[in-house]
């Protein structure tokens, strides 16, 4: 498979919604061209998804990868309130990786793609030892709406979505689920909201910094099945969302209060009368 | 390094221009965002580089190293006629990348985007064996003025930018320079354009391809000082504009003529009589 023809099959494998009137140019040309709606706000992101560092060949399929690959994007879609629109995916494979795998990685691709009507309207195609996925979202919010991690105040309600720990709790090889519409529910009512990527303590931790504010957590969570208290607090990719609203607004259905913003240290988080550390994952430490 | 002081760095290293009235958050939340301006379509383009594919720690800098991925993309960006605006950098480093290099990494990037006035507004930090840039460019052109590919027709006149070769006959050791200014010069005048990242007979076969023509190049080429005709027509990297004008219409300063658009089996290249194989850099053969 030469590169030509590599594009030529990606060109074919991806999902370039015709009927997108948005969308002028897709994979072809040297850059795809997106007409932006009038009063919105464009949301940029871009993950990595890493062989060895992010998932394993043993334990997940190339389906599974492509798949993660484009949910770690969503999700950051679903923390700003936004609709996820199109994506641009840079590959980089190593020589094992034939056509056969990058139809895997597509297929998980576009299974995603197709729930949430993103379009894959570009990217790129390297080589590398080490099998590489780089996804950047593009999405849309209406002017100004963009939920932001900044704007907690001190009393507000903390909130997060679904079960805490899911993801360890399954050893990580299940399929994350973005929380487009529960993060489109928070537009105009959460005063702060993230997608909890790297465990409940760290990601808390940021979003008190970016408020300046602390958090107090209740001492019940709502852990998921079989998930340990470390895993709830400190599992990474549950791609949950995690929100602050002021009391007496109501949270929409599928969030669980776990907590109150609280003056004092910038960043602190306290779990049953104690300090948490920023245990949660990180690569670099 | 832990993860957060290393994006706490890359927050103070990026280039997040605070005059721009487009720009409404950066680093540090879960998406940038932005607001487009009106009348204005949006490109975008991502490109990688990779150590030992794109460039080798014996002969780059990082400062070289961050100049050339963002260059890729701004290149780009140039074949569309466009302006340069915003880039995400995703960044996975092996474990010799220290602190130091990141920082020559974004020196090399930042000398580049303050050049073309564009900002660093997000991206993802990982581990990875090998060291991995992948950088999406986002740029801005009159709605509908975008240069493409798929436009040339038969009797136009081909003209490049620059000389050919040029990287070649460098060792791939220079600094590429993105072609913005020269690009917007295209704008309603040309009937096709491309940037040349592969070669001239690889990228013309591309665009002919895209354009449903042929081409006929004239016997002689604008060759770079100690480039060879191999170099010439199959160097990659020249990151020169290649364009398609119809007759009559006269090429801007810093072009040359080397050839016409012929009809003729879509995708075929003559030099001198002889058809040219789809020669240039392509990894995936």
Known sequence: MDELSLIAAIRGMSTARRRD???????????????PRDGEDLLLTTDFVIEDVHFRRRTHTAADVG???????????????GEARYALV????PEWAGARYVRGLYGGMNELAGRHGVAIIGGDVARSGQL????????GVPRGKALRRSGARTGDVIHVSGA??????????????PRLELGRKLRGKATACMDLSDGLALDLHRLCVESKVSAELDGVLPSAPGATLEQA??????????CTLPVGV????????????????????????????????????
């Open 164 to 177: 805490l720990g899911h993801a360890a709790a399954s050893g990580y090889r299940e399929r994350p689920e």
């Open 90 to 93: 840079s590959l980089a494979l």
């Open 21 to 35: 009137r948005g969308l002028i140019a897709g994979i072809g040309d040297d850059c795809a061209i997106v007409r």
């Open 250 to 285: 109501r949270a929409p259905v599928g969030f669980t209060r776990i907590g109150v913003v609280r003056a004092g240290r910038p960043g602190e988080v306290r779990f049953a009368g104690m300090k948490l550390g920023r245990r949660g994952w990180d690569p670099f430490r």
């Open 132 to 139: 590489t996925l780089d996804v950047c979202v593009i999405g």
């Open 233 to 242: 607090l400190g599992g990474g990719e549950d791609y949950e969302l995690l």
């Open 67 to 81: 798949w993660k690959a484009l949910a770690r994007g969503l999700s950051d879609i679903a923390a700003m309130g």
